[in-house]
């Protein structure tokens, strides 16, 4: 479903169990702050209005988001973190250097999700211009990093009912 003249930061968490046990990491990349602390702080948002204790919240930046994947590995190798929510702002720039770092901080983000078999959201925005990161960042479409918080405690959700069912 297109962005356009949507927000799609509206969610719906009363069907979320209790989540004020779990231990969640977010990692920020530093390029575009402007935006990634806006994404950041979306993130948090979501996760203290689920009672997630500020000690349980662990916050981590990275230079770029090209390193947001290994990031997101040094908490799941070295922290009992139960997910991980990414968050970064890529704009388009002369070169197809955009392309690469898009590429790679996508792929890399899925391959840690799956090594550690936990969630490791993928809240990076992907955009052409400066404008279209702050619509998604606070503005008319929504805060990506308020998106990529509810996917991560639904995913833990689902993991934890899964592991306690009796199929
Ligand atoms: N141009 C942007 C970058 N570039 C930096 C890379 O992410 C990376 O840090 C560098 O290539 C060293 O490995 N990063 C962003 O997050 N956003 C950009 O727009
Ligand atoms: C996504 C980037 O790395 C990009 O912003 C860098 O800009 P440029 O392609 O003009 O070097």
Redesign the pocket.
């Known amino acids: 479903m297109a962005t356009e003249n949507k927000n799609l930061s509206q969610h719906d968490l009363n069907d979320l169990p209790d989540c004020s046990g779990l231990r969640v990491g977010v990692v920020f ?1 530093e ?2 702050d402007e935006i990634t602390h806006a994404l950041r702080d979306g993130a948090i948002e979501v996760l203290k209005s689920q009672n997630l204790s500020d000690h349980n919240i662990v916050v981590k930046s990275v ?5 947001l994947p290994l990031g997101a590995q040094f908490l799941c190798e070295h922290d009992t973190v139960d997910a991980v929510v990414c968050v ?4 388009r ?1 002369e070169t197809s ?2 392309e690469y ?1 898009c590429q790679g ?1 996508a792929h890399g983000i899925k391959d840690v999700s799956l090594k550690y078999n936990k969630p490791v959201i993928f809240g990076v925005l992907t955009d052409d211009n400066i404008e279209q990161s702050r619509a998604r960042a606070g503005g008319k479409h929504g805060n990506k990093g308020i998106e990529a918080a509810v996917a991560a405690l639904k995913m833990v959700a689902l993991q934890m009912d899964l592991s306690q069912s009796n199929y």
Request: charged share 5%; proline share 6%; hydrophobic share 40%.
């Open positions: 990349s390029w575009n230079p770029g988001s090209f390193e970064g702002s890529v704009i720039g250097h955009f770092v901080v």
